[in-house]
């Protein structure tokens, strides 16, 4: 069983800058896609940026391209998500997940493993 641990949320003003780390619990995340994903409040999970399994793959939400970028560190089973000059619509609880085995898309029904989640508040 795989575990996921988001860290690194918390409140700050527009145009200031988070970055989220997503830690697992060994080494199987290494060789399988990641994605994070995040829920505004009264909102439907949406989807945010994901990275392949090699790291050569990135791919990022039209809503935050030019602003979050996604990493990730095999050494230390993490993966991460910089968040630069960050919006009140960026308001929500981003959670990472690892890609399910042969899936095809970034789509949630996608994911086989979730974080608990970390909340970002962006105040105006």
């Known amino acids: 069983q795989v575990q996921l641990v988001e860290s690194g949320g918390g409140s700050v003003q527009a145009g200031g800058s988070l970055r989220l780390s997503c830690a697992a619990s060994?080494?199987?995340?290494?060789?399988?896609?990641m994605g994070w994903f995040r829920q505004p409040p009264g909102k439907e999970r949406e989807f945010v940026a994901a990275?392949?399994?090699?790291?050569?793959?990135?791919y990022g939400a039209d809503s935050v391209k030019g602003r979050f970028t996604i990493s990730r560190a095999n050494a230390n089973n993490t993966v991460y998500l910089q968040m630069n000059n960050l919006k009140p619509e960026d308001t929500a609880v981003y959670y990472c997940?690892?890609?399910?085995?042969?899936?095809?898309?970034?789509?949630?029904?996608?994911?086989?493993?979730w974080g608990k989640g970390t909340l970002v508040t962006v105040s105006s």
């Open positions: 997940a690892k890609s399910r085995p042969g899936s095809r898309t970034w789509a949630a029904d996608g994911m086989n493993y």
């Open positions: 060994d080494r199987t995340i290494n060789t399988y896609g």
């Open positions: 990275i392949s399994w090699s790291g050569d793959g990135i």
